[in-house]
């Protein structure tokens, strides 16, 4: 599958405005974008830091998946996203391998981003998304 670089690290919060100080005032990040992301009824919060991004996710709908996952868990680590090229193809690599799959194909995501996300039940115990840019400058 060869990721370029971790993507991002998405972390599950009750609410982005209460978690916002920390990682502006505390961390001294500064949040770059704020976006819905309506069919996973969510919403993020992007900051930066080195290559990677820190996605903060507050569920929009308690029946949501993020809403389930504060439910039952609590705060915290929700998922790690590795950047890939052709994400079909690694998909379809994944799945001949056994791997079981949340996505069997591409949706999109955040900051217009294709994604999809493996069962944690395949990567011992870690939501694990793949996202692939198809329109960054910045691919390597």
Do not use: W
Not at 11 to 27: R, T
Not at 28 to 41: M, R
Not at 94 to 112: C, Q, S, V, W, Y
Request: with cysteine; aromatic share 6%; net charge negative.
């Amino acid at each position: 599958m060869k990721p370029t670089h971790i993507e991002h690290i998405g972390i599950a919060v009750n609410s982005i405005a209460d978690a916002l100080p920390f990682y502006e005032k505390v961390l001294g990040l500064k949040c770059y974008n704020i976006e819905e992301v309506a069919d996973q009824k969510v919403k993020t919060a992007f900051f930066m830091i080195g290559q990677t991004k820190i996605e903060l996710l507050e569920s929009t709908d308690p029946e949501g998946p993020v809403g389930k996952f504060i439910e039952k868990r609590g705060e915290g680590i929700h998922h790690i996203a590795f950047a890939v090229d052709n994400l079909e193809e690694r998909l379809r690599e994944a799945e001949a391998a056994g791997i079981r799959l949340i996505d069997t194909a591409p949706r999109k995501g955040a900051e217009g981003l294709s994604i999809a996300f493996i069962h944690p039940k395949s990567t011992f115990g870690v939501l694990t998304e793949l996202c692939e840019d198809k329109n960054s400058e910045h691919k390597k």
